[in-house]
């Protein structure tokens, strides 16, 4: 496959080749032609070769997918085999009434127990932190819309304080009218 591409790339450029030449004469019309569809051929084996290379990588990952799954399966049975290992154990250190290893098999699972209470605490106290961490940020954007309401406010009161008087009204004092009590007119 490939040394017939080569074989192709090659005849395309030979094609090029007596394009030149024949450009220096009156008939190159027919050479151009022949040249035209080998650049042509080569264009299409080209294209058809970055598209096996396209499928090839395509199934190249998905093996590698099938490979880390199939390697996460053996992960997981070997860690179930351990386990059944252990119980086999201390069911037979039982039987043999072998006092030390059972002991010592119901001290390594007190210890694995512990472990879990541990690590269940802790997971309890992240959610207690979240949480509080949360009732902090919805306090604090219920402040941010408080002080937003009271900003709106405060502009819609200073953009009537500066609205111009009716008119013929002047009032003479800089404070905002109230009913025309607090200021003179004329």
């Known amino acids: 496959m490939i040394s017939s591409r080569l074989f192709r790339a090659s005849l395309a450029l030979g094609a090029l080749l007596l394009l030149a030449a024949a450009c220096a004469t009156d008939d190159a019309g027919p050479i151009l032609d022949g040249a035209n569809a080998d650049v042509s051929s080569a264009n299409a084996e ?31 049975a070997a860690a179930l085999a351990e386990e059944a290992i252990a119980a086999a154990g201390l069911a037979q250190a039982t039987a043999e009434g072998n006092q030390g290893a059972v002991a010592a098999a119901e001290a390594a699972l007190a210890e694995a127990q512990d472990a879990a209470a541990a690590a269940q605490a802790e997971a309890a106290s992240a959610q207690a932190e979240a ?19 009271v900003a709106e406010q405060a502009a819609a009161e ?17 404070s905002p009218p ?5 200021g003179d007119s004329v």
């Open 178 to 182: 109230a009913g025309e009590e607090s």
């Open 131 to 149: 949480a509080a961490a949360q009732a902090e940020a919805a306090a604090a954007q219920a402040e941010a819309e408080e002080a937003r309401a």
């Open 46 to 76: 080209a294209s058809a070769a970055r598209a096996e290379a396209t499928a090839a990588g395509a199934e190249a990952s998905a093996a590698a997918a099938a490979a880390n799954a199939a390697a996460a399966a053996a992960d997981a």
């Open 158 to 174: 200073a953009e009537a304080a500066a609205a111009p008087p009716p008119p013929g009204v002047v009032y003479t004092s800089t």
